[in-house]
């Protein structure tokens, strides 16, 4: 599977962006699909996750702010980022595989499939 993520930009604090993950290549229905990002000189880290049944996980620093979602019938996966804030500025990239299960949900090598990230700037 090949995945595109978009949706990026330069917001203000206290704004919203939807990120988008588009997937091709093959039906993602049974994959589950996670958001990772990566912020200026840090390492990339967890922050929604959602699988196949719907059943999501969330880091702590985005939830009750960040909704994630999915749409199978048009394979794509959406990151719904409210209440923007500074340290949510970084390259955000979605990851998608069959395997991924609740123990490892956040565990990003445990996403096989991986698009190109998307950038996201909040000023404050």
């Known amino acids: 599977v090949q995945l595109q993520a978009s949706g990026g930009g330069l917001v203000q604090a206290g704004d919203s962006l939807r990120l988008s993950c588009a997937a091709t290549?093959?039906?993602?229905?049974?994959?589950?699909v996670g958001w990772f990002r990566q912020a200026p000189g840090k390492e990339r880290t967890f922050v929604a996750a959602?699988?196949?049944?719907?059943?999501?996980a969330y880091a702590d620093s985005v939830k009750g702010r960040f909704t994630i979602s999915r749409d199978n019938a048009n394979n794509m996966g959406y990151l719904q980022m409210n209440s923007l804030r500074p340290e949510d500025t970084a390259v955000y990239y979605c990851?998608?595989?069959?395997?991924?299960?609740?123990?490892?949900?956040?565990?990003?090598?445990?996403?096989?499939?991986w698009g190109q990230g998307t950038e996201v700037t909040v000023s404050s």
């Open positions: 959602i699988r196949y049944n719907g059943h999501t």
């Open positions: 290549g093959r039906t993602f229905r049974r994959d589950t």
């Open positions: 990851a998608a595989d069959p395997s991924v299960i609740l123990s490892n949900i956040r565990s990003q090598t445990a996403h096989a499939n």
